[in-house]
């Protein structure tokens, strides 16, 4: 497998779905007869081997095989150990170089973990140009929900303009650690005073798609409309490390450090009102997670990703178009709903653990490849 980084500010939610898929691969290739597994770090690797395989192990709560291997390949061609390999992309930059080194074919189509549309990460481009064409190669297409399946499909992203290859792509839902978002540990302030906590998800410098002018935008407003006069709101930033930033007049957005998952697990489960957009068909995994812990949720629709959808996915969102003043009025609305007891929080059909996640693609996966 594949994977751009391996690094201690990198195993968030997309890699770490990646890291879980390709353990329980390696572990259901492992019986009855050992398959070795390497995981190809193409741009970065600052962590030890085995600091990585123990959070894989972490992440799947199993060990791993004894020829389960991490390696670091940047700036050196990707090459194929035997004539058998088979390869796993998961980024439009993996899938690339799996073509680049000649390993990409309809004899020898790689599995391509898909997670976003990552064309619409960036402005028209080479990069955007590059994301898109990484559809087209031939490959077995697994994919993160099947939200993002039937975008690719709708949009005719690539070889997804087919039906038959969207009828015949592997979808899943990513497993939401729930406990951690309830975990009696997280410290949940004391609700029955007048003190409430809002939190935004906000990565300006590392994903422009998470929409954080916009977020922020529709912060102000919502506070000019009132939103936040019933209560001593304090308003807090997660995603990337910014300077205090103004929201109202002697009112500002405070960034907490993101050092490890437990932190992010505290900063989401202390939230009332969690503001997480993205410009993606993904849900993406804060909503989930602030759901599961109890908050009430302002997101955005987004094409394929429709108030429907999400409503039926989360107990009590807001989905609102991607508007300023959709999001502010939502905001508004937010403010005034109770957040859910912890006691009735955890309401969501979302699986739990990566077991439960990927049983069925990694059992179909595993038994292609020993066929």
Known sequence: ML???????????????????????????????SVPVRVIATDDLDLPSHEVKSHVETLVGRKMPADFSIEAKSGQKIDAL?????????????????????????????????????????PESTSSLLARQSYQ?????????????????????????????????????PAINQEAFVSKSIDQTDKS??????????????????????????????????????????????????????????????????VSFADYAKTIGSADVMLSLMASPHPSYPPIEASVAGAVVVTNTWQAKTKEQLENLLPGVYAVEPTQVALADALVAAAKTPRRAISTAVQIDIPRNWQDSLSQVISTVSGELRS
């Open 3 to 33: 994977i751009p980084r391996l690094s201690s500010g990198f195993l968030t939610g997309g890699p770490n779905t990646a890291l879980a898929f390709i353990g329980l691969l390696a572990i259901a290739l492992g019986e009855p007869r």
């Open 82 to 122: 035997d004539h058998g390999e088979v390869f796993i992309a998961t980024t439009w930059s993996t899938m690339n170089a799996l073509d680049a080194a000649g390993l990409v074919s309809d004899k020898q189509k790689p599995i391509y973990l898909i997670q976003d549309f990552e064309a619409a990460f960036y």
């Open 137 to 173: 190669l031939p490959h077995r297409a697994v994919v993160n929900t099947p939200w993002l399946a039937d975008f690719l499909h709708q949009e005719g992203i690539g070889l997804f303009s087919s039906a038959a290859h969207r009828a015949e792509a592997l979808t899943f839902w």
């Open 193 to 258: 005073s007048n003190r409430k906590t809002l939190v935004f998800y906000a990565r300006p410098t590392t994903a422009p798609r998470n929409l954080y002018e916009l977020g922020l935008a529709a912060l102000r407003r919502a506070h000019l409309q009132g939103a936040f006069d019933n209560a001593d709101w304090r308003f807090v930033a997660v995603g990337d490390q910014l300077p205090p930033t103004l929201i109202a007049p002697n009112i500002y957005l405070e960034s907490v450090p993101w």
